[in-house]
């Protein structure tokens, strides 16, 4: 549950700046911070092995009563993270001259975009050594210094950004400075809560805990993961790109039908984060028993959730759009995908709940080529015009898009699920992790 808490607050962030950039007087700020934000996510995204990896490490180690482990994880994810944060500061010139070709936005707002990307990015460093600390707290089967940091983030993002827009007229700089110092602010507390979980057992560093040991095994988990974000934001831009070769009214319908997926996910997420936490922790105990029953109750639990949205969203599609938006054509265009919108819960939730189940045992190379195969599934479907009359390159119609996308989540799916039994059997026999017994 507070793992769903966290995720259920990330919207207001981007609801909140939204909100302050709308009363500036001008248009061009709201869609300079519509497209400086797509261009950071993509760039956080792709570094979010630094929560996963970081979990089934951490469990693993965790289970094991491997203290010393547990903390020379700790200061390794720490470490890349802070380090990577500096490199993102030092590129940024040719990271956002790359990022401006990818999302091209008009000339008119490229220079508040640049303004924003280029305060934005001093936050890096902590925003990623944040990151990189939740997943370690999940690790050690606790979620609620997560959600406490994601909480206050939020708060302190919205009060500051409103201080700096307003009373101190910072304008839309203000916008993202607010963001910055809550990066800040969130990592301070993000070390406070560390020192206060571990209530006086020792943190000591040293460099061997970051280069010796263990190095190559978090680099081998971690870049599959990278990999993985990499083909995962590729299928999600190419929904964007496929719904803008269809209009703009297609584009504001998958906006709204995206809606619908990102709220799942911030509670199959949660399912998620206790799949990596809890399995994680069974393989690090050997108990390879508990291990089995963990995975069959968290997917008893999957499926009812996957069940009860299925019935939200068959009987109140129409009404959760209205909610979105009063356009009519919009609502009508929503309501014409409710075949895919009911599929989305039933399809996506054993993607969820298997990436857990496979980033607890650490067994990320096959997250990386389920998702491979997926986003091969998604390109195929949605850009080969396989029912138009014609077998040609191009975008049929939006049901194609959301065939493709639903068929890329299901495939993730049933891939690992065929895969999980040889995965665990193999990591039983080759490390000697669990008692045969």
Not at 29 to 45: D, E, H, Q, R, T
Not at 153 to 158: A, E, L
Not at 228 to 238: E, H, K, L, N, W
Not at 402 to 426: N, Q
Request: net charge positive; with cysteine; charged share 10%.
């Amino acid at each position: 549950m507070p793992a769903i808490v966290s995720n259920v607050t990330v919207p207001l962030l981007g609801l909140c700046d939204t909100a302050i950039s709308g009363h500036l007087g001008s248009e061009v700020f709201l869609a300079a911070i519509a497209v400086g934000s797509v261009m950071l996510n993509v760039v956080f995204w792709m570094f979010g092995f630094l929560r996963g990896g970081t979990t089934g490490l951490t469990a693993i180690a965790f289970g094991r009563k491997d203290d010393e482990e547990v903390v020379k994880v700790f200061y390794r994810s720490l470490f890349i993270a802070i380090i990577t944060g500096l490199i993102l500061i030092a590129a940024q010139n040719p990271l956002f001259s790359f990022l401006k070709l990818v999302a091209g936005p008009d000339e008119e707002i490229i220079n508040p975009v640049k303004t924003y990307f280029d305060i934005r990015i001093w936050g890096s460093p902590a925003l990623l050594a944040t990151m990189a600390i939740s997943g370690w707290f999940v690790g050690v089967q606790t979620t609620f210094f997560p959600m406490l940091i994601a909480i206050t983030m939020n708060i302190v993002n919205i009060a500051i950004s409103l201080i700096l827009v307003f009373p101190m007229e910072k304008g839309f700089e203000g916008v993202a400075l607010g963001t910055v110092v809550s990066n800040w602010i969130g990592f301070i507390i993000a070390i406070g809560c560390v020192m206060v979980f571990r209530k006086g057992k020792r943190m000591k560093f040293s460099f061997s805990h970051i280069f010796h040991g263990g190095l190559w095994k978090y680099f081998k988990v971690n870049s599959n993961l990278f990999l993985r974000s990499f083909f995962i934001i590729c299928v999600t831009m190419g929904v964007t790109a496929a719904g803008s070769r269809l209009g703009n009214l297609t584009l504001a319908v998958n906006v709204i039908v995206m809606q619908f997926f990102q709220f799942f996910s911030f509670f199959m997420d949660g399912f998620a984060y206790s799949g990596e936490a809890i399995v994680g922790k069974r393989m690090g105990e050997n108990n390879y028993e508990m291990l089995q029953r963990s995975v069959r109750r968290l997917l008893q639990w999957t499926l009812a959730t996957g069940i009860i949205f299925f019935v939200i969203y068959y009987s109140g599609t129409e009404q959760i759009s209205s909610l979105i938006t009063d356009n009519p054509t919009v609502i009508s265009g929503v309501t014409d995908l409710l075949l895919w919108i009911c599929l989305i819960p039933l399809l996506s939730c054993w993607a969820f709940i298997y990436d857990g189940f496979y980033i607890g045992v650490t067994a990320t190379g096959r997250l990386m080529i389920s998702t491979f195969l997926a986003a091969i599934t998604f390109f195929g479907i949605t850009f080969v015009r396989w029912g138009c009359g014609d077998f040609s390159i191009g975008v049929c119609n939006n049901h194609y898009i959301w065939a493709g996308f639903l068929s890329y989540l299901a495939v993730r799916g049933i891939y690992l699920s065929m895969m999980w039994k040889s995965t665990v059997e193999k990591i039983r026999t080759s490390t000697q992790l669990f008692n045969p017994n």
